[in-house]
């Protein structure tokens, strides 16, 4: 059928409606007359694939990478930088509008450099023959790679040097994770596996020396157990250094092996900037702190930081990284801090700063923020719709939404990074 695209939605699709249902068209933007075939059917939407383009927007362009539309990992390589960016802002705000938001101040966007960015990627081991892959679109199908457009030079080196001569890694890891810092001239290697601690620390010293010589700028690796459903899992067997230390925003952050730290190299300082900006006060909580990207300069800016993260790793390196600062470190899950605060009747921070993963806060932060009721909330998103839906209870409330960026931390993919400020005054 030919289709006429309206606009760009979440998950990188173009949305068409045939007959008045949705359709909706990966790899399609927003302007374009398109033939597509109807791939899967359901009551209230159709998903279609690309056949042609037929009319194509003035944004469309050739994608770089010879997996693009293959991989699963990148969705807008045949747009325009520009474009992207107005796409994701026009998704975030009607997301926003359709979450009953009102009053949305104009967002303003934050971008960087659109290719090399990732400082962290993290790959799938095909054993036979033993090839490194990224997952085919919509499918859990494995994809061999031997490069990556978006992530960071020496990243990128080290994807083509394991899929050439990294054959050993096939008998025993089933992922592997490479994490470089912004000088990029030293990397930590992570694999995930099936075996058992102490095979795993056979094998990982077996193939330590031959890692050396394969990636030069490898200092450390870590072997972590492969648990259904964890992204870490166990640290089984380690190699070299156990983190790295990672400069950005003029200070240094220990980063260990299973710690999470913003991927995007080129907009980590500008991030940290927009969140905090000119902030100062007795008391602020940071809470999902992971390993105090804020933290670190929240305790220059306050009286006393509460940091609050419940993975054991980022811990570890929150306590290092806070070392020396005004500080107190609570290793708990966000809820529960907040509900012994509410109990205690703490006096309200001045600050509150969110950076949730994807679910975002929930109906049990939101209400607990609520009753807290500092005078700031910022509130740092990776996902649009879980976004909404927090900010609108916070502005139930009495909060209103003071300013908002969309901050281009994920370039040619859908992934959309935000950060939103939210006041009582």
């Known amino acids: 059928m030919k289709l006429r695209i309206e606009k760009a939605i979440y998950g990188g699709a173009g949305l068409a409606r045939a007959e008045g249902k949705a359709v909706f068209v990966p790899f399609a933007l927003p302007g374009e007359l398109v033939e597509a075939t109807i791939a899967e059917e359901s009551k209230s939407y159709s998903t279609a694939e690309l056949t042609e383009v037929l009319e194509p927007s003035a944004d469309r362009r050739a994608a770089p990478c010879p997996y693009f539309g293959t991989c699963g990992g990148c969705h807008y390589q045949h747009a325009e930088y520009a474009a992207?960016?107005?796409?994701?802002?026009?998704?975030?705000?009607?997301?926003?509008?359709?979450?009953?938001?009102l009053d949305i101040p104009e967002i303003q966007a934050l971008t960087g450099e659109p290719f090399g960015y990732r400082n962290r990627v993290r790959l799938h081991v095909e054993k036979t023959p033993f090839r490194l892959c990224y997952k085919k679109r919509n499918s859990h199908v494995n994809l061999p790679v031997d490069a990556c457009s978006i992530a960071a030079p020496t990243l990128d080196k080290a994807i083509a040097a394991l899929h050439r001569e990294g054959g050993g890694l096939g008998a025993w890891a089933r992922e592997v994770e490479l994490f470089t810092y912004e000088a990029q001239n030293s990397l930590l290697a992570s694999f995930w596996t099936e075996r058992l601690k102490p095979e795993a620390t056979r094998l990982l010293e077996t193939c330590w020396p031959q890692l050396q010589k394969l990636l030069p700028g490898i200092v450390g690796a870590g072997v972590f157990s492969a648990e259904r459903g964890a992204m870490t899992g166990k640290l089984l067997a380690q190699a070299g250094e156990g983190a790295l230390t990672y400069r950005a925003a003029m200070r240094k952050y220990r980063v260990s092996l299973g710690s999470f730290f913003q991927v995007n190299r080129f907009l980590i300082d500008r991030l940290v900037d927009l969140v905090i900006g000119e902030s100062r006060g007795n008391t602020a909580w940071d809470l999902y702190a992971g390993v105090g990207l804020f933290s670190v300069v929240l305790a220059e800016r306050f009286g006393e930081v509460v940091a609050v993260e419940s993975g054991g790793a980022a811990v570890r390196?929150?306590?290092?990284?806070?070392?020396?600062?005004?500080?107190?470190?609570?290793?708990?899950?966000?809820?529960?801090?907040?509900?012994?605060?509410v109990e205690q009747q703490q006096p309200a921070p001045d600050l509150v700063v969110v950076d949730p993963p994807r679910a975002g806060l929930g109906r049990d932060v939101t209400t607990?923020?609520?009753?807290?009721?500092?005078?700031?909330?910022?509130?740092?998103?990776?996902?649009?719709?879980?976004?909404?839906?927090?900010?609108?209870?916070?502005?139930?409330?009495?909060?209103?939404?003071?300013?908002?960026?969309?901050?281009?931390?994920?370039?040619?993919?859908?992934?959309?990074?935000?950060?939103?400020?939210l006041t009582l005054d």
Do not use: W
Request: hydrophobic share 40%.
């Open 84 to 101: 992207q960016v107005e796409m994701k802002r026009a998704i975030l705000r009607e997301t926003l509008e359709r979450a009953r938001v």
């Open 317 to 341: 390196d929150l306590r290092e990284n806070l070392r020396g600062t005004r500080h107190r470190i609570v290793s708990a899950e966000t809820a529960a801090f907040l509900r012994k605060a």
């Open 368 to 421: 607990l923020l609520g009753k807290v009721r500092a005078r700031n909330v910022t509130y740092v998103s990776c996902d649009p719709a879980t976004l909404s839906r927090d900010v609108a209870a916070l502005l139930e409330s009495g909060y209103r939404l003071a300013k908002m960026h969309l901050v281009d931390l994920f370039p040619q993919t859908f992934h959309l990074e935000s950060v939103t400020h």
